[in-house]
C-alpha cells in the first residue's frame, strides 16, 4: 500500500492513479538509481578485470624475456610482489653460480695456454705473474733456470776458438745479455758470473757486490727505463793476455728509451774487463765518456 500525494489515501501500490481523486500517481525514480550503479559498478569490475589481467600478461611476458642476470634482477625490481619472484631468484642464483664455473674454466684454458707459451725466460716470468698459484708452477720455474742457465752459459766462448773468435762473441753476447728488458736474468748474469768476486764497478770505484746486484735488479723500476740499445765499436777493441788473464777494453755506444725525456739518454762508454783463461768475469767497470739527451 501507498497514499496519494493528493488526497493522501491508501492505494494499492501498483496504481498508477488514485481510486478516490483520480490523480495520477507517479513511481519513484530511486530504483533507476540503483539500477545505474549496479551497472557502473559493474562496468567497474570488468575494467579492473581487464587490467589486472593485462597486467599479469604483461608481467608474464617480460619474465618469460629474462635471459641474464640483469633482466632477473629488473624482474624484482619491476615486480616484488610478483608470480615469479621466487623463479627469479633461484635464476639468479644458479647462473652466477654458472657463471664462476665458466670462468674457473675460462681461466684453466687460459692458463693452459700460457703454461704451453713457456718458450722463453720472459714467457716464463709473466706465466708466474699471472699465475702464482698456476698448476704449472714447478714445471714453469725449472723452464725459467735453464733458460737462465743456457744464457748465462751463452756467454763463455768455447775453448778451442782462437782468442779473437772468443773475444768477438764475448762482446756480442754481453752485449745482447745487458740490454735485455729481462731483469732477473741481468740479476743472474751480475751474481752468477761476477758479482761475487767483482772487485771494480762504475767509474772504477769500489763497489759492495751485493749493491751491483741490487742495483742491476731495480735498474728499470729506479730510472723508468723502458727500452735499451748498444753499438759496440769494434775498431776500438783491444785486449792484453797475461797467464792467467785477459784484459779487454772497447767502447760501446749506450741509449735507453726513458719515460722522463728530460733526462741523460745517449751514453757513450769505454769498457774495461777483467776475464780469467775460461773467459769468466772477474771484473767489469765503465768509463763514462760523454752524454747527451735524445
Not at 157 to 175: A, T, V
Request: glycine share 2%; charged share 30%; aromatic share 12%.
Amino acid at each position: 500500500m501507498k497514499k496519494c500525494p493528493k488526497c493522501n489515501r491508501e492505494i494499492e501500490s501498483n496504481s498508477v492513479f488514485c481510486e478516490y481523486c483520480g490523480y495520477k500517481v507517479k513511481k519513484p525514480v530511486w530504483p533507476w538509481f540503483i539500477v545505474m550503479g549496479m551497472l557502473s559498478v559493474g562496468i567497474a569490475s570488468a575494467i579492473l578485470v581487464d587490467n589486472s589481467h593485462k597486467e599479469k600478461v604483461k608481467e608474464e611476458t617480460f619474465f618469460q624475456g629474462c635471459s641474464t642476470i640483469e633482466n632477473y634482477e629488473e624482474y624484482l625490481k619491476r615486480y616484488p610482489k610478483g608470480r615469479y619472484v621466487e623463479q627469479a631468484s633461484d635464476n639468479i642464483q644458479k647462473m652466477r653460480a654458472d657463471s664462476i664455473q665458466d670462468a674457473d674454466i675460462r681461466h684453466e684454458k687460459e692458463e693452459l695456454l700460457a703454461f704451453n707459451n713457456c718458450s722463453s725466460a720472459n714467457s716464463c716470468r709473466q706465466y708466474l705473474k699471472d699465475y702464482p698459484d698456476g698448476s704449472h708452477v714447478n714445471a714453469v720455474v725449472a723452464m725459467l733456470e735453464r733458460f737462465i742457465t743456457d744464457s748465462l752459459q751463452s756467454i763463455q766462448p768455447h775453448s778451442d776458438m782462437e782468442i779473437e773468435d772468443r773475444i768477438h762473441l764475448f762482446i756480442k753476447d754481453y752485449s745482447r745479455l745487458t740490454e735485455t728488458s729481462d731483469k732477473q736474468l741481468i740479476h743472474s748474469l751480475v751474481t752468477e758470473l761476477y758479482a761475487s768476486q767483482v772487485k771494480r764497478y762504475f767509474n772504477a770505484y769500489d763497489i759492495d757486490p751485493k749493491y751491483v746486484a741490487e742495483c742491476y735488479e731495480r735498474y728499470d723500476e729506479k730510472f723508468l727505463v723502458y727500452g735499451k740499445h748498444s753499438n759496440v765499436r769494434w775498431n776500438t777493441v783491444s785486449y792484453t793476455l797475461t797467464d792467467d788473464m785477459v784484459y779487454l777494453t772497447y767502447i760501446e755506444d749506450y741509449s735507453i728509451d726513458r719515460k722522463d725525456k728530460s733526462k741523460y739518454s745517449i751514453f757513450v762508454l769505454e769498457k774495461h774487463f777483467e776475464l780469467n783463461m775460461d773467459f769468466h768475469i772477474v771484473s767489469v767497470y765503465d768509463v763514462q765518456l760523454s752524454k747527451s739527451k735524445k
